[in-house]
C-alpha cells in the first residue's frame, strides 16, 4: 500500500535520511522504531509532503506523493497524526474533528464518522464542547487520533502516540491502535516506547541516524537479542 | 447633553470605519503572521476608483453609484491579492522583518502610484449616500453616519457567521493556529492566504467608500493615517481577533472624537495613541488578545 524507495532528506548541509527504504502492506501494523533524531519523525514528514525529500520516491498505491504538496495528500486517504499532537488548541473539541473531515464532503459520511470517533473515544463526546487547549494531554492525543480518523484514511501515519503520557495512558492508546487496525486501516506507527510498539506491530524497521539498520516481524524482534539491549533495556 | 451624545454617534461612525479596516491588518496578522503596512494605501486607490467612476465617468445617480461602489470594492480586493501574489508571497518563508519593509515598500510604491495618476492636489469626494439622516431631537445625524453603523454592523455579523460556520472560515481558523496541521487536514494554506486578502482587501474597499463619503478630502495620504489608527485598533484589540478588532476599532474611535471634542483636537492623535500604550502596559495582548492556557 505505501512503498518507500531509497529516500534522502537534508536539512540544510546535514543529511538526515540516508537512503531509506520500507514498506507497509495493506491492513498491516507496521512500526518504525529508533532512538531520539534517528529520523523518525522527518521520514513522516517527508510521507505527506510537510517535507521536501532530495531525491527517492514515496508510492501510496502506486502513486508518487513526492510531486504533491502537503495539502492534496489526505484526499488520497492518507491521515497523519504528528508528533507533539498539534491539535487546534483554540478550537472546541468537536471543531477540531471537523476540521479533520476537511477533506470529505458527504455531510452523512462526517456524521457517521463522528460517531465512530465518539464511540473509541468516549472521552472525547464527554468533552465535545471543551476547547482543546484546556484537554489533559492524554486527551489531547486521542483527539489529535480521533482527528485523523476522521478522514476516513485508508492507512494512518502515527508519531509517538505514547510520548509524556502516563503507563495507564499508553496502554489505552496501544488498544485503540489495535482497535484501529482490526476495522480495516492500515497503520504505520513511529514509536520510541519500543516494547508496547512491537508488542502490537505485525512488522518492525529499526532506524539509526537515518538508516534502516534491521527488519522484520515484530514478534521476532521482540526476543532479538540486539534489539533487546538496544532498545528494550534488558 | 445633546452634544454629547453627537459627539458619541460621530466617533462610533469613525470607530466603525476603524474596525473595518482593522479586521483587515487583524485577518492578515492571524493567518499569514505578517504586518501588512500597505493596507491603508489600499483604502485610498479604492476611494479613488470611486471618485474617477463617479465624478469622471460621471456615475453619479442611481444605478451608477451602485457600478461605482462595486468596481471600488471590487477593485480593492483585486488589488489585495495582487499585491499578496506579488510581494508577500515569494516571501513566505523570509524573516518577518523582509516582509515588513516589503509592506512598507508597497505602502509608498501605491501612494507614488496615486501620485503620478491624480497628482498631489486634494480631490473633492462627493458623497455616496443618498440618504439624509434624521434628528432625535436635537441631535442631528447624518446619513453618512447611519449608513456607516449600519454597513459596518451587517459586515462584522456576517464575517464572525462566515468564519466560523462555513469550511473557508474553519479554514482560515485552522491555518492560524498551525499551516502545517492544517496541510494535513487537506487545507491549502496558500489559498487560504488568498482569501484571507481578498476579504481584508474588499472591507478596506467598504471602508474607503465610507470614510471618503463622510470625509470627502481625497489625496495620495488619505490611507496613511486611518491606517495607522486602525492598526492600532487592532492591537489595542489583541491583534489577530476579529472581534478584538471590531471593539478595538469602535473604542478607538469614540475616544478620538470624545477627545477631539472636549479635551483638544490638536492633542486627540496623542491622547489616542497614549491610551494605547496604558492599554498595553497592563494587558500586553490587547483586550481581546489570545492568551495560550496550553497544556503540555
Not at chain 1, 8 to 37: D, T, W
Not at chain 2, 33 to 56: E, P, Q, W
Request: aromatic content about 8%; charged content about 15%.
Amino acid at each position: 500500500m505505501l512503498k518507500v524507495e531509497d529516500l534522502q532528506v537534508y536539512y540544510g548541509m546535514i543529511n538526515a535520511i540516508k537512503g531509506v527504504s520500507f514498506e507497509v502492506n495493506e491492513g498491516e501494523v507496521v512500526a518504525l522504531i529508533g532512538a531520539n533524531g534517528a529520523g523518525k519523525t522527518t521520514i513522516l514528514h517527508t510521507v505527506t509532503g510537510l517535507v521536501a525529500a532530495k531525491s527517492g520516491h514515496v508510492y501510496l498505491e502506486g502513486r508518487d506523493l513526492c510531486k504533491l504538496p502537503a495539502h492534496k495528500i489526505v484526499y488520497l486517504g492518507m491521515a497523519h497524526v504528528p508528533e507533539g499532537r498539534r491539535i487546534f488548541q483554540q478550537l472546541t473539541v468537536y471543531d477540531n474533528l471537523r476540521l479533520g473531515a476537511f477533506s470529505l464532503k458527504d455531510k452523512a459520511k462526517i456524521e457517521s464518522n463522528i460517531n465512530y470517533v465518539f464511540k473509541h473515544f468516549p472521552r472525547l463526546l464527554e468533552r465535545k464542547n471543551q476547547i482543546a487547549g484546556t484537554l489533559s494531554g492524554g486527551e489531547q492525543q486521542m483527539l489529535a487520533m480521533g482527528r485523523a480518523l476522521m478522514s476516513n484514511p485508508k492507512i494512518i501515519l502515527m508519531d509517538e502516540p505514547s510520548m509524556g503520557l502516563s503507563p495507564l495512558l499508553v496502554a489505552e492508546i496501544f488498544k485503540i491502535i489495535s482497535e484501529v487496525s482490526k476495522d480495516g486501516t492500515t497503520v504505520l506507527l513511529v514509536e520510541q516506547n519500543a516494547k508496547k510498539a512491537l508488542s502490537i506491530a505485525d512488522r518492525a524497521y529499526v532506524l539509526e541516524t537515518g538508516k534502516i539498520v534491521m527488519e522484520g516481524k515484530a514478534s521476532d524482534l521482540l526476543n532479538d537479542p540486539r534489539i533487546k539491549a538496544a532498545y528494550l533495556g534488558e | 447633553m445633546s452634544s454629547f451624545f453627537s459627539y458619541l454617534i460621530t466617533g462610533i461612525s469613525l470607530g466603525s470605519i476603524y474596525a473595518l479596516i482593522a479586521l483587515g491588518y487583524t485577518m492578515v496578522y492571524g493567518i499569514a503572521k505578517m504586518l501588512n503596512f500597505a493596507h491603508g494605501d489600499v483604502i485610498m486607490i479604492g476611494g479613488y476608483i470611486v471618485f474617477t467612476a463617479v465624478s469622471t465617468l460621471g456615475w453619479s445617480s442611481g444605478l451608477g453609484i451602485f457600478g461605482a461602489i462595486f468596481c471600488g470594492i471590487l477593485g480593492c480586493l483585486l488589488l489585495g491579492v495582487l499585491v499578496e501574489k506579488v510581494a508577500y508571497k515569494p516571501l513566505r518563508n523570509a524573516p518577518s522583518l523582509a516582509v515588513l519593509i516589503t509592506a512598507i515598500g508597497v505602502s509608498y510604491l501605491l501612494q507614488n502610484i496615486a501620485l503620478l495618476i491624480f497628482g498631489s492636489n486634494p480631490k473633492n469626494f462627493s458623497s455616496v449616500v443618498m440618504f439624509d439622516g434624521f434628528s432625535i431631537g436635537k441631535v442631528r445625524i447624518s446619513g453618512e453616519t447611519v449608513v456607516t453603523i449600519a454597513v459596518s454592523v451587517l459586515i462584522m455579523i456576517g464575517l464572525t457567521l462566515f468564519v466560523n460556520h462555513t469550511k473557508s472560515g474553519m479554514a482560515m481558523l485552522a491555518v492560524s493556529e498551525d499551516k502545517g496541521a492544517a496541510q494535513l487536514m487537506g487545507v491549502n494554506v496558500n489559498r487560504t492566504i488568498s482569501l484571507t486578502f481578498a476579504i481584508g482587501s474588499a472591507l478596506a474597499g467598504v471602508a474607503s467608500i465610507l470614510l471618503c463619503s463622510t470625509y470627502p478630502l481625497l489625496s495620495p495620504y488619505t490611507g496613511a493615517m486611518p491606517g495607522i489608527k486602525a492598526f492600532t485598533a487592532a492591537v489595542f484589540g489583541g491583534i489577530g481577533s476579529i472581534p478584538g478588532a471590531m471593539i478595538g476599532g469602535v473604542i478607538l474611535g469614540v475616544i478620538e472624537s470624545l477627545s477631539k471634542a472636549y479635551i483638544s483636537s490638536q492633542f486627540s492623535d496623542a491622547i489616542v495613541f497614549g491610551v494605547l500604550i496604558i492599554v498595553l502596559l497592563v494587558k500586553p495582548t490587547g483586550i481581546m488578545g489570545k492568551k495560550l492556557n496550553e497544556k503540555v
